[in-house]
């Protein structure tokens, strides 16, 4: 998933890696087999080592259940598609890398942002690429604006003013951030 925005195929280059070295070292890989608490203690390990992944993290916004509201990864793997009007809540790297993505396909996108700025945490080389293209494709960007709630065809937001204002919304993409998957550990 890492991989699939624009530029950033290179990353496969370190699953390529992995694998060779898991090959070279006699690792014993298996995909497709579930962890559960049979299936690990039938190998009888001596340490377990979990990397379950993540969730999106859905805010509890009123409306956040709707049918137009979708997972970033979703339409980032290409197995949700996208409408005309988006809103993205979350102006991380996610949320600026699914702008990329449906900008470049020519879709109308507003990025909403809780923070004074987007991209916060990106190295600043990708920020500055991705920035350069959101505003060739007028991305909007609102920061320091809160997601009030979500309707069946909008996105009701409100500045640091105060000021409330209503966006028409085909489909809504939730990069708000991620949570541990807890779910194998807690199973084991």
């Known amino acids: 998933l890492a991989a699939l925005p624009p ?20 690792i014993k890989v298996e995909l497709g087999k579930e962890a559960t608490s049979v299936s690990v203690n039938e190998m009888k ?28 990864r979703n339409v980032i793997d290409g197995s949700v598609k996208a409408g005309y009007n ?9 949320g600026m890398e699914t702008a990329e993505i ?25 920020f500055n690429y991705i920035s350069d293209k959101l505003e060739k494709h007028k991305v909007e960007i609102l ?11 909008s996105v009701i937001v409100s500045n640091k003013d105060a000021k409330t204002r209503t966006i ?6 939730i990069a708000t951030g ?3 998957n807890k779910q194998v550990a807690e199973s084991l």
């Open 143 to 153: 920061t320091s604006t809160r997601v009030n709630e979500i309707t069946d065809n």
């Open 7 to 26: 530029g950033k195929d290179e990353i496969m280059s370190i699953v390529r890696y992995y694998k060779a070295q898991f090959k070279n070292l006699g």
């Open 178 to 180: 991620a949570k541990p």
């Open 45 to 72: 390990p001596d340490i377990i080592i979990i990397a379950a992944g993540s969730d999106t993290l859905f805010p509890p916004i009123p409306g956040i259940d709707k049918s137009i509201v979708v997972d970033a």
């Open 102 to 126: 449906l900008s470049d396909a020519g879709k109308k996108v507003t990025l909403v942002e809780m923070l004074p700025r987007i991209g916060e945490q990106m190295v600043m080389e990708a």
């Open 86 to 94: 988006i809103v993205i809540i979350g102006g991380g790297e996610v």
């Open 168 to 173: 028409t919304a085909d489909t809504v993409i």
